[in-house]
């Protein structure tokens, strides 16, 4: 699944091309997506200038005037800008259409989702109980400490919470938490503050080195421009099982958590 580098690598590709451009028309080719794309998305998103494209969680928000369309990405989705006329394939579900150029929606899975609405974004249902950006100011140790206060549930999921923070997924948290030394199956609420400060700060380092060097890829995922993200060549622990630790030399282990494989080193993050 892309997570937030990759959501965010792909907003900062698509940003300066579109911004301030006006829609001339939208394409959908499948509404049944994973949630059906609205039928008045076509009517009411046609005409409109995109003034700004943002990033919540994992979600896309192309504000207009009159509204704003939210897209997720799902498990092997991408936005791609594309001519216009560029022929469709299979996957291809949705082109926002600019002149000579089309924001194409591609996803194999179609757990991806394309909405539209006219209230403010923090409103709609899929963001307004989100909790804080991990590269926002109000995401620090002491957030995470307080938080996590008489909560049983291991850390992993903790950090994964996305009424707690959004946007760290599987793959980054096993690379957070070996940063900070903090052993994955450890109930959060016996995590120290100490920990908990260092587990901010090398999460920040993380999101920004990922985003830096455009995300993530494993599987499908490909930027605004059709390009896979590089960091993947970096990953620490995650997809390492059995491999030796960069640190201490010890196999890397690999274990399930809430159905999610979790990867770590037993000697470094006791």
């Known amino acids: 699944m892309p997570e937030l580098p990759e959501v965010e690598t792909t907003r900062r590709g698509i940003a300066p091309h579109i911004c301030g451009q006006r829609i001339s028309r939208i394409i959908v080719r499948n509404r049944q997506l994973r949630w059906p794309v609205s039928p008045r998305l076509e009517t009411e998103l046609t005409g409109q200038r995109v003034h700004a ?5 994992k979600y896309l928000l192309l504000e207009t005037d009159a509204g704003t369309a939210i897209l997720h990405l799902g498990m092997s989705g991408s936005l791609q800008l594309v001519a216009a006329r560029a022929t469709a394939g299979k996957h291809d579900h949705v082109d926002i259409v600019f002149n000579d150029t089309a924001l194409r ?19 709609h249902r899929l963001l307004s109980a989100l909790g804080v950006e991990p590269l926002g100011d109000a995401f620090s140790g002491e957030y995470l400490y307080a938080q996590s206060r008489r909560r049983k549930v291991a850390i992993k999921q903790f950090i994964m919470n996305a009424r707690i923070v959004v946007g760290i997924g599987n793959i980054y948290a096993s690379e957070a938490l070996f940063m900070a030394g903090i052993n994955p199956r450890r109930a959060s609420g016996r995590v120290s503050k100490q920990k908990y400060a260092l587990l901010a700060e090398v999460t920040r380092e993380l999101l920004d080195d990922a985003i830096a060097q455009g995300g993530t890829t494993l599987r499908d995922f490909v930027n605004g421009a059709g390009k896979p993200g590089y960091f993947a060549q970096q990953l620490n622990v995650y997809g390492r099982a059995g491999e030796p630790c960069i640190s201490c030399r010890v196999p890397i282990r690999q274990i399930r958590q809430g159905q999610r494989s979790t990867f770590y080193c037993p000697k470094c993050q006791p």
């Open 53 to 57: 494209v943002k990033r919540r969680a």
């Open 105 to 123: 929606l591609t996803d194999p899975r179609r757990f991806g989702s394309l909405h539209w609405t006219r209230r403010p974004a923090s409103q």
